[in-house]
């Protein structure tokens, strides 16, 4: 198995397309930090127009779900159509490339055929070194556009965490994600005029902390109520203390107490906040696609826009990310792809998923496997019932996540189409210390932990062993695919 890996490995590097007359090009938006709040995923309290319409007119996931709930792995994920574990990343400082260092990237994939390809903004994740010049066909315009301050009164900037969210009467190019898309839409210009077929990567990345945005965006929501009910707030009922953390993301910032309650109006501020910067990047983003059909580019290009996970937002007593809660595993995930009918599809799918339906779309060969599947039949068909699962994982401590402390325990989580099971493994363990299952099949995310519950003993069961295998099976890849 490793020597067949390799061998597709090494031949992988040179990719040829499929005889395709007029190659669709592929504009590929990623969000940081979104969950599916946005009206076309039935949240009406946010105003979304853009992102709406391009539900409408594409094919937009229900149940799309990361890998891992937290920047790095997640893209890297993604980007390679490998779980966190076969990718060696679940760690924000771990480079794939220490594991993999032959492996072709999804914008790889387009560079080697013939592609231009260019990603502005964040697209790999936030820090240095980690763009992966191999990945385009030019530099990642990453730093051009980042150069800005996360701040842009000169009072709040500061080295480390300022304030945790700021309004600015300034218009949006003063800000780094309105400078992407100016970025974007100039390198859509330089497209039309040259005739290249193109795969290029737009990275916005709000609404993550700090919550900064244009003055008119923060008053777009001047009416609204972002209490939570009480009932929201409330740990699941029988989860184990494994599953949580205390926020760590949030504290720190100068506002936010570095433990204990925060108070409730600074936490109705805080989604207020998060809901205008998903309105701010979702103007951006209305801009790029209407210069898009401007340009007439829009007739043969794939438009695929993406979160890199999802959020709490005080829900179950959990602020940010870095669990396998629902909350933090569900993303949206839309796809536009000309000549397909619209259509929203209920199917439980997976992020890593992505590679190989654009790779497909394209017509391109892959040039090394992948854990992901290809999800253009589905698009094309109407499937009757859901049979996929989605597989996530989480570590503890939190610490873990800078790389200077080791895990002492990995969470991996399945999602079916009605039930999450979590089954959180010691060091080596081949069996659970710790399990959550929950019903979701009334539920927007979980409420109680249902495993001492005789009828749910058989599915207890069997989402126990999908995990046990799952778990099993990465790690193995993982050790034959590293060598």
């Known amino acids: 198995m490793q020597i067949l890996f390799y061998f597709f490995l090494l031949i992988g590097r040179l990719v040829?397309?499929?005889?395709?007359?007029?190659r669709p090009n592929v504009l590929f938006i990623a969000v940081d930090d979104?969950?599916?709040?946005?009206?076309?995923?039935?949240?009406?309290?946010v105003i979304s127009p853009n992102i709406d319409a391009l539900a409408k007119e594409g094919i937009r996931y229900e149940r799309a779900y990361c890998q891992q709930a937290t920047c790095a792995?997640?893209?890297?994920?993604?980007?390679?159509?490998?779980?966190?574990?076969?990718?060696?990343?679940?760690?924000h400082v771990t480079h794939f490339r220490t594991l993999h260092p032959d492996i072709v990237t999804l914008p790889q994939l387009f560079t080697q055929a013939g592609y231009s390809t260019c990603g502005i903004g964040k697209i790999f994740h936030f820090a240095e070194g980690y763009q992966d010049a191999e990945s385009w066909s030019e530099p990642a315009q990453f730093e051009t556009t980042s150069k800005v301050n996360t701040y842009v009164q000169p009072g709040?900037?500061?080295?480390?965490?300022?304030v945790s969210f700021e309004i600015t009467d300034a218009p949006d190019t003063a800000f780094t994600d309105g400078k992407i898309a100016t970025e974007v839409i100039n390198k859509l210009h330089h497209y039309q005029k040259e005739g290249q077929s193109f795969f290029l990567a737009a990275g916005f990345l709000k609404p993550h902390l700090p919550y900064s945005m244009p003055q008119k965006y923060w008053d777009s929501y001047a009416e609204g109520d972002f209490s939570l009910?009480?009932?929201?707030?409330?740990?699941?009922?029988?989860?184990?203390d494994i599953a949580f953390h205390h926020w760590q993301e949030l504290r720190g910032y100068k506002d936010v107490p570095n433990q204990g309650p925060v108070r409730s109006s600074l936490m109705d501020s805080l989604r207020r906040a998060y809901y205008a910067c998903i309105t701010f990047v979702d103007e951006q983003i209305g801009k790029i696609l209407d210069e898009l059909k401007a340009t007439g580019l829009d007739k043969n290009t794939i438009v695929v826009l993406w979160g890199d996970h999802g959020y709490h937002l005080g829900e179950q007593n959990l602020w940010h990310k870095h669990t396998n809660f629902e909350l933090d595993t569900h993303v949206p995930l839309i796809f536009k792809v000309p000549g397909m009918a619209?259509?929203?599809?209920?199917?439980?799918?997976?992020?890593?998923?992505?590679?190989?339906?654009?790779?497909?779309?394209?017509?391109?060969?892959?040039?090394?496997?992948?854990?992901?599947?290809?999800?253009?039949?589905?698009?094309k068909k109407s499937r009757k019932q859901n049979t996929h699962f989605a597989f996530s994982q989480y570590f503890r401590?939190?610490?873990?996540?800078?790389?200077?402390?080791?895990?002492?325990?990995?969470?991996?989580?399945?999602?079916?189409?009605?039930?999450?099971?979590?089954?959180?493994f010691g060091t080596d363990a081949d069996i659970p210390q710790f399990e959550e299952l929950y019903d979701l099949r009334q539920e927007a995310f979980e409420r109680k932990n249902v495993t001492g519950e005789n009828q749910y003993k058989a599915i207890l069961e069997d989402l126990r062993r999908r995990v046990v295998n799952y778990k099993n099976k990465r790690y193995a890849q993982a050790y034959a695919i590293g060598g």
Not at 17 to 22: A, E, F, I, T
Not at 397 to 424: D, L, N, Q
């Open 34 to 45: 979104l969950r599916p709040d946005l009206g076309c995923y039935d949240n009406h309290r």
């Open 156 to 162: 709040n900037q500061t080295k480390g965490k300022g």
């Open 229 to 240: 009910p009480e009932k929201d707030q409330l740990r699941p009922e029988g989860a184990p």
């Open 73 to 91: 792995p997640s893209r890297t994920s993604l980007l390679t159509g490998l779980h966190p574990d076969e990718a060696g990343v679940t760690d």
């Open 16 to 22: 040829i397309p499929d005889s395709v007359p007029d």
């Open 342 to 379: 619209a259509k929203s599809i209920s199917d439980v799918v997976e992020l890593l998923d992505i590679y190989p339906t654009l790779a497909e779309l394209a017509g391109l060969k892959l040039a090394n496997p992948v854990s992901g599947i290809s999800l253009v039949d589905q698009m």
């Open 397 to 424: 401590p939190y610490g873990a996540i800078s790389g200077k402390v080791r895990p002492t325990h990995m969470g991996y989580t399945v999602r079916s189409g009605e039930f999450r099971y979590t089954g959180w």
